[in-house]
């Protein structure tokens, strides 16, 4: 990769062409309970901007320009009034769309305040999100339309946030990377670990690390495949999404599991990892039913503060090496590192604010990543030099009927054709099938040894 190739995927500030794709899209900002009707503004920074958000004493959210337009104090510290913000500096006053509605340090007579208004984002809530839109059309498009609202008639839908510190990309690039969970989370287990059989997820990771991949482009973004032998006769499936502009969704339970999670840059350093989705089932027990060392313990956050880095931040960081112990690194744990989502935390952490990606040198297990960064690529270009709007910003159906999960099918399947069978299912039959553009060459995974 270039360096300028790689200065358009990662930079998100307002003048970037990756900026500007991701400002046509509804972003995950915080959860519901973060904003408390007529309690404090909330400092949020989305894509390198800084906002407040806050809760009326009616219960409506605004997200509005943290800075009074009289004279540029921030709103932080203003009175979250009926109505409104209130700056305290000289009492001009603004309405969740940024209208300033009182202006009491200038002449009644005035109408100056007609004049003034303050960027606010347009705001709805859903799904236990406030999500907003930072794009400058009137009318923003409808929200990403996921499965998610089957999980929330039958009250199954969860929500967490955490943040991570890094650039976005390389944060959302380990989602799309099945191969590294034989390494990084299940290094410290063998085959022999779990109970034999074909349909042990567990078992076939250890088995064969190196998985064959294909990757295809969708109307949504691009789904993948990896594989590898489970017994003589069948194949174990890894199917997992990206979705236009931040969207993956991880294989991690057996298929037809929704769990989409968002890789939303907080600016070009700092990203924040939003998960909505359904409980989690598969974990990780040996067969003497204890679990694989270093994969289960709860995620420890920090208490939440008013900084704009200071949401949703877990205990483990860069400052004092994600608490790694080398002697368990040495005895039972691959890493020494504890917890699956720390793990990657950490790893994805350890590459520098932003990836160097001059430096890489990619294999053929990364051909989800290298498809990902093409996809976006051509569409930030595309928007850049002939103002082109992907058309799943306004055709938010593409998104519905996307899942992941993992399979185990007789080696003469095509997981093409099982997942489009699986996509029938959930639509009724409505959902387009995903089509191969070209035949991938013959799938003889080799067993490792
Ligand atoms: S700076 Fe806000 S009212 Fe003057
Ligand atoms: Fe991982």
């Known amino acids: 990769m270039r360096a300028d190739e790689n200065e358009?995927?990662?930079?998100?500030?307002?003048?970037?062409?990756?900026?500007?794709?991701?400002?046509?899209?509804?972003?995950?900002?915080?959860?519901?309970?973060?904003?408390?009707?007529?309690?404090?503004?909330?400092?949020?920074?989305?894509?390198?901007?800084?906002?407040?958000?806050?809760?009326?004493?009616?219960?409506?959210?605004?997200?509005?320009?943290?800075?009074?337009?009289?004279?540029?104090?921030?709103?932080?510290?203003?009175?979250?009034?009926?109505?409104?913000?209130?700056?305290?500096?000289?009492?001009?006053?603004?309405?969740?769309?940024?209208?300033?509605?009182?202006?009491?340090?200038?002449?009644?007579?005035?109408?100056?305040?007609?004049?003034?208004?303050?960027?606010?984002?347009?705001?709805?809530?859903?799904?236990?999100?406030?999500?907003?839109?930072?794009?400058?059309?009137?009318?923003?498009?409808?929200?990403?339309?996921?499965?998610?609202?089957?999980?929330?008639?039958?009250h199954e839908l969860s929500v967490s946030f955490m943040m991570r510190e890094c650039n976005w990309l390389q944060a959302l690039e380990g989602d799309i990377d099945t191969c590294h969970v034989g390494f990084l989370h299940l290094g410290a287990a063998g085959p022999d670990d779990f109970e034999e059989g074909t349909l042990n997820y567990y078992r076939q990771l250890p088995e064969n690390l190196a998985p064959k991949y294909e990757a295809i482009e969708t109307g949504y973004g691009n789904v993948y495949c990896a594989y590898r032998h489970a017994g003589p006769d069948h194949f174990y499936h890894r199917i997992g999404q990206f979705a236009m502009p931040f969207w993956t969704m991880a294989p991690s339970e057996p298929m037809d599991h929704i769990r989409a999670r968002a890789w939303v840059p907080i600016d070009d350093f700092h990203s924040m990892l939003v998960v909505i989705g359904g409980p989690r089932s598969a974990t990780t027990v040996r067969k003497d039913g204890t679990p694989v060392p270093g994969t289960s313990s709860p995620i420890r956050y920090l208490p939440n503060t008013t900084d704009w880095l200071g949401r949703w931040r877990i205990e483990e960081n860069p400052r004092n090496d994600h608490l790694i112990s080398r002697e368990v690194q040495n005895s039972e744990s691959?890493?020494?590192?504890?917890?699956?989502?720390?793990?990657?935390?950490?790893?994805?952490?350890?590459?520098?604010?932003?990836?160097?990606?001059?430096?890489?040198?990619?294999?053929?297990?990364?051909?989800?990543?290298?498809?990902?960064?093409?996809?976006?690529?051509?569409?930030?270009?595309?928007?850049?030099?002939?103002?082109?709007?992907?058309?799943?910003?306004?055709?938010?159906?593409?998104?519905?009927?996307?899942?992941?999960?993992?399979?185990?099918?007789?080696?003469?399947?095509?997981?093409l054709d099982y997942y489009n069978a699986r996509r029938a299912a959930w639509s009724g039959g409505a959902a387009q099938p995903i089509v191969r553009m070209r035949r991938p060459a013959a799938r003889t995974p080799e067993k490792a040894a």
């Open 8 to 154: 358009l995927l990662t930079r998100v500030g307002p003048a970037t062409p990756m900026g500007k794709l991701m400002r046509l899209y509804w972003i995950p900002a915080l959860m519901t309970q973060e904003l408390v009707a007529g309690g404090a503004p909330v400092r949020l920074r989305l894509l390198g901007e800084n906002f407040l958000a806050f809760r009326s004493p009616d219960g409506e959210v605004g997200v509005i320009d943290h800075q009074c337009a009289h004279r540029c104090a921030s709103l932080f510290y203003g009175r979250n009034e009926d109505g409104g913000l209130r700056c305290v500096y000289h009492g001009w006053k603004f309405a969740r769309n940024g209208q300033c509605i009182e202006m009491p340090s200038e002449p009644a007579e005035t109408d100056y305040k007609a004049r003034v208004k303050l960027r606010a984002l347009h705001v709805t809530e859903k799904y236990g999100v406030v999500w907003v839109h930072m794009g400058d059309r009137a009318t923003p498009p409808p929200l990403p339309h996921f499965d998610w609202d089957e999980l929330e008639a039958g």
């Open 334 to 415: 691959f890493t020494g590192i504890q917890g699956i989502p720390v793990q990657d935390q950490a790893i994805t952490e350890s590459m520098g604010p932003i990836c160097d990606r001059t430096k890489e040198h990619l294999g053929t297990s990364d051909r989800m990543i290298m498809l990902t960064r093409r996809k976006l690529m051509r569409a930030a270009a595309a928007l850049r030099d002939d103002g082109v709007v992907p058309a799943e910003v306004d055709e938010v159906e593409r998104f519905h009927n996307v899942r992941a999960g993992f399979a185990v099918l007789p080696k003469d399947a095509d997981w």
